[in-house]
């Protein structure tokens, strides 16, 4: 482990001035502490979400939190192809982007399952498939600029369900719970499978996976407009004090995927005891790290997204 690893400081990061990093679902939650943390240290960040108002909000919280911070809201839909389409178009013809932070997701999955007006179901379609998309056509800038990463936010859940490869959008056998564990589990095998496929191509952009850990907004500091957790919410998050952390806690493996720069492609990032703690390098499940999931994943996500990484 080199010094720079082992010394490595959430509250205290290295310089990002002159760095550009786009988050999505950057409204609240850890895409908006990422977005916080960034910005403090010098990073321009483009905050993406899906509803206009809870991104002005966020953005204004940050701005009084961070004074002088660098920062720019863009809508973006990861359920809405066209939206992944639109965004990724606008960000592409910029001159520089270092690293996409693939955050947004449906965490609360609905009860019956759903689809989008691409057809797909709503909890693989935002976690899963709009990043794909936008993570594939956003390899250009990030090519560009030397060292790009594309960072998956992972979950430790994945570790309690097995993937069903057969029925990835579980149109014969739903319940919230294995929608968003399945999400995951495909989302990590998604992000090593990108790191195989780039090393193999040459490309100079990295692919990492990492994941919050038991990250709970009852444990993490009120903010107008992105956490007001109730005094009940609050009382149960901090009933389970010893395995939990705050959201601004939960940011810092997804953000030293991103910035740290001994952090290797293919590497899974999270919290130092699992559920809590400093980041460090994790260990993925194995469905995840198999390279027969991440190719027929894969497949199935070229032909469902319609679209092909170049």
Not at 95 to 103: I, K, Q
Not at 177 to 197: F, H, M, N, P
Not at 261 to 274: F, H
Request: positive net charge; contains cysteine.
């Amino acid at each position: 482990m080199s010094a720079a690893r082992a010394g490595w400081d959430p509250r205290n990061l290295p310089s990002q001035h002159g760095r550009v990093f786009l988050v999505t679902g950057a409204n609240a939650g850890l895409g908006y502490f990422s977005s916080e943390q960034l910005s403090r240290a010098g990073a321009h960040v483009i905050m993406t979400g899906r509803n206009p108002h809870r991104l002005a909000d966020a953005r204004a919280a940050l701005r009084r939190r961070v004074p002088g911070a660098s920062v720019e809201t863009m809508l973006l839909d990861t359920s809405n192809l066209g939206s992944v389409r639109a965004a990724a178009a606008s960000v592409g013809a910029r001159d520089r982007l270092d690293g996409v932070l693939l955050n947004a997701g449906v965490v609360h999955p609905p009860r019956e399952r759903s689809v989008t007006q691409d057809g797909n179901e709503v909890v693989f379609a935002t976690n899963v498939l709009g990043h794909f998309a936008l993570a594939g056509t956003l390899l250009g800038p990030l090519a560009r600029a030397g060292a790009g990463r594309l960072v998956w936010l992972g979950s430790m859940s994945t570790s309690m369900w097995r993937y069903d490869l057969a029925d990835p959008q579980l149109e014969r056998d739903y319940s919230p719970w294995r929608a968003y564990v399945q999400s995951k589990i495909a989302t990590q095998a998604l992000g090593v499978e990108a790191d195989r496929r780039l090393r193999a191509a040459g490309s100079p952009v990295s692919s990492i996976v990492a994941h919050p850990g038991y990250s709970v907004s009852g444990r993490t500091v009120g903010i107008a407009g992105v956490n007001e957790p109730t005094r009940t919410g609050r009382f149960v998050d901090n009933l389970q004090a010893a395995l939990t952390q705050s959201k601004e806690h939960g940011a810092w493996s997804p953000v030293r995927a991103l910035i740290d720069p001994d952090v290797e492609g293919g590497s899974a990032w999270g919290p130092a005891v699992v559920t809590k703690g400093m980041p460090r390098r994790a260990r993925l499940v194995s469905a995840t790290r198999s390279p027969e999931v991440g190719a027929r994943l894969w497949a199935f996500c070229e032909e469902t997204a319609a679209v092909r990484w170049p």
